[in-house]
């Protein structure tokens, strides 16, 4: 195949859709920690863990052993009303930047949730209704998971009661209006409605809330009501496991043309993306067939897995959720005002935090300025109004693109391009006037979080 025969666009037909999630635990030598009862320190038991969350999902968050696990044909239908997602090769990217490297990208903003949110959303809002339970609740901040799961739980008719965090149920009212108009109840957090939120409000009137305490504030809920379980957008395996869909739709459609990446970039936040992305060229690297670079790209502003430590912790404030041994920065961080709301959560996925300590991802931080930049100049060559959060990615691709230039060699570049900015204008607007700021913890900020993460026995950090 000749370079000019790949086109713009690789698309897949909807038999060339995937069948099964591939389950990237099931190659791992060193598996993730099992989460932990906050109580006894013991591993949560698929008993303790059902209280919570619905009972598949449970099982695929214990399946430490299964490669491939088949989508329900209903899901499968449902996907296909907006996947495959495109895999675009990005020439006119390359073309501006004089590059000898070939990049690709693989969009996931091209539904109404605006985000790759989607594809795990409608996995956990089916297994709750198989399930024959009334509704889920869950916690968004930038409001991109649960405009993604209203979108769900309408399309099923389940009840869905999101917990938004009250600075974006202020300064984002789009998003929280269009979560109403597929049904969704949503509440500012922290509330009056839950024991932790009228804790949180008297310990700190005024408060504009966090992820941690809406996720707090989302599992009381849950378990304070007959009939609903908790479902969380990012981080657990089990999501890691559905957005899978990504990076098997990416290998099938780069099969085709017999396109094999060097590099794999994505953006982290929870580590959902970048794991479903990664999970299949992963799969190969662990099994020896196939070597690649995987970068993790994180913001400045919250490095979990450049700056924090590997250790048992909360993964909420209220500290009422089962312990993960993850890349933390400890729950009581909160990191200062940026634009990159889907990056701001103080830890990372296990499964990710276990590769990139066996050394098997690297990963680096960038500054929200050179982000929105990266930004702006893609938006300008490519034409996509990326999200911030996707800029992470762009903004490590170009810079890798770059190295090629210098070097002269032709590597090929994939990355995941996770969302549309459209709800982020805000961000735009501080950019536009020059008035966006690069806040850096120091490392006395990071030790006041760090100081918080329970110590005990095995948990050495
Ligand atoms: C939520 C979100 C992210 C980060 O979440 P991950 O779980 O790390 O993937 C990245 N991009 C967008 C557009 C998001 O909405």
Redesign the pocket.
């Known amino acids: 195949m000749t370079e000019n025969e790949i086109p713009y666009k690789i698309y897949l037909s909807e038999n060339e859709m995937p069948e099964s999630w591939y389950n990237v635990r099931a190659d791992m030598k060193n598996k993730p920690a099992p989460l932990l009862n906050p109580a006894t320190h013991k591993p949560m038991t698929a008993q303790e863990l059902g209280g919570v969350f619905c009972d598949e999902l449970v099982r695929q968050e214990l399946n430490d052993t299964d490669r491939e696990i088949p989508i329900p044909k209903e899901i499968r239908d449902f996907y296909k009303m907006y996947r495959p997602s495109p895999l675009v090769r990005a020439y006119c990217l390359e073309k501006k930047l004089g590059t000898p490297a070939k990049i690709y990208y693989k969009f996931e903003g091209n539904n109404t949730s605006g ?3 989607l594809n795990s959303a409608i996995a956990q809002a089916y297994y709750a209704k198989e399930q024959g339970l009334k509704g889920v609740t869950t916690e968004t901040g ?1 409001g ?2 649960g405009t993604a799961l209203s979108m769900a739980c309408a399309y099923l008719g389940l009840d869905c009661k999101v917990f938004m965090v009250k600075c974006s149920y202020e300064q984002k009212p789009f998003r929280r209006e269009v979560m109403r108009t597929y049904g969704a109840n949503v509440t500012p957090s922290p509330s009056e409605t839950t024991e932790v939120g009228r804790k949180m409000l008297a310990e700190f009137p005024g408060t504009t809330g966090s992820l941690g305490c809406a996720i707090s504030e989302a599992v009381e809920a849950a378990v304070t009501h007959e009939g609903y379980r908790y479902v969380l ?3 657990l395996s089990q999501v890691l496991l559905h957005q899978s869909v990504i990076g098997v739709e990416a290998k099938t459609a780069l099969d085709k043309y017999g396109i094999v990446p060097d590099i794999i970039i994505g ?8 794991g479903g992305l990664i999970s299949p060229f992963m799969g190969e690297k662990l099994r020896g067939e196939h070597d690649y670079r995987f970068i993790a790209v994180e913001p400045a502003s919250c490095p979990s897995l450049t700056r924090g430590v590997f250790a048992y912790d909360f993964c909420d404030t209220g500290k009422v959720c089962p312990l993960a041994k993850m890349y933390t920065l400890g729950s009581s961080f909160i990191p200062s005002a940026n634009h990159a709301g ?2 701001r959560y103080h830890g990372m996925s296990a499964v990710l935090s276990q590769l990139y300590h066996d050394g098997l991802m690297e990963a680096r931080s960038v500054e929200q300025t050179e982000v929105f930049r990266a930004a702006e100049f893609f938006a300008r060559t490519e034409g996509i109004l990326p ?1 911030p ?2 800029s992470h990615a762009i903004k490590a691709a170009i810079d890798e693109a770059k190295k090629c230039t210098e070097t002269g060699e032709s590597k090929t570049i994939l990355f995941g391009l ?2 549309t900015g459209y709800f982020d204008m805000k961000a735009y607007e501080a950019y536009n006037d020059g008035k966006m700021q690069d806040y850096i913890p120091t490392d006395a900020d990071l030790k006041k979080g760090i100081d918080g993460i329970p110590r005990f026995p095995g948990n050495d950090f």
Not at 267 to 274: V, Y
């Open positions: 985000s790759h949110k930038a991109q998971w957008g990012s981080v953006c982290a936040g929870g580590g959902s993306n970048l889907g990056l999200a959060e996707s996770t969302g």
